[in-house]
């Protein structure tokens, strides 16, 4: 699996849109980039998936670029509940496992 | 619908003896998966499952870890016996495959503390 660089942290104003950014520049063509968080003392949560179209659903959209080496978790409205760590991650399609890096910590401060 | 649950959500052992840990997973989902998060350390994989059979298990650290699905349902995890390293929050993930690519919904965990 490819492997994705994230930046260690950020801080986002409550209401403010919060954009994580990831790089995936070994990323093949038949690899999905996924994104999960983890709040505190909970498991992972899954939030978006996407192949080389953006995506949108009630959590977040998902930017990826045209040649697919980053990709961009955007969450329009942040609100306190989403401070956590955000993963991104690249994996084929198939329901393989999940390489976990270390994330981004994401803070929302009001 | 149900999510996954794991159980118990908390386990205090002692060195030496043993655990078993146990996952359902959302119902219908054929792939079914262990993690861990010990202290200070990133997830990591352990073993899935598709139904009942075991389609990777590289992330096993000993063969003092033993995943059971029996029937496809539930999963069971067994540490026998427990070391002190084997304290950490173990979850528990299930999927169902799709050709565009599925998430996998995940536990609560389980945390696991031997002393």
């Known amino acids: 699996d490819a492997k994705t660089t994230q930046p260690t942290s950020m801080d986002c104003a409550e209401g403010r849109a919060a954009n994580l950014p990831c790089n995936h520049s070994?990323?093949?063509?038949?690899?999905?980039v996924y994104w999960y968080r983890q709040i505190h003392s909970q498991g992972p949560q899954y939030i978006i998936h996407?192949?080389?179209n953006n995506e949108t659903n009630e959590m977040a959209s998902l930017i990826i670029t045209e040649d697919r080496k980053s990709s961009t978790l955007i969450l329009p409205h942040a609100t306190l509940r989403d401070t956590a760590v955000y993963y991104c991650?690249?994996?084929?399609?198939?329901?393989?496992?999940?390489?976990f890096g270390t994330g981004t910590r994401l803070q929302v401060f009001p | 619908e149900a999510g996954v649950t794991q159980f118990p959500s908390h386990s205090v052992i002692e060195k030496g003896q043993t655990v078993t840990l146990r996952c359902d997973p959302i119902?219908?989902?054929?792939?079914l998966y262990w993690y861990r998060r010990v202290m200070g350390k990133e997830i990591k994989f352990l073993l899935h499952?598709?139904?009942?059979?075991?389609?990777?298990e590289s992330g096993m650290p000993n063969n003092r870890f033993l995943a059971e699905r029996t029937g496809g349902t539930y999963s069971t995890l067994k540490v026998q016996p427990a070391e002190l390293e084997d304290s950490g929050v173990y979850f528990c993930?299930?999927?169902?495959?799709?050709?565009?690519?599925?998430?996998?919904?995940f536990g609560q965990g389980t945390r696991l503390t031997v002393v």
């Open positions: 991650i690249v994996k084929g399609f198939r329901a393989d496992k999940l390489i």
């Open positions: 070994t990323i093949s063509g038949n690899e999905y």
């Open positions: 993930a299930s999927s169902q495959w799709g050709p565009e690519g599925s998430g996998a919904f």
């Open positions: 996407g192949l080389k």
């Open positions: 499952f598709v139904k009942e059979s075991k389609q990777d």
């Open positions: 119902s219908g989902h054929d792939n």
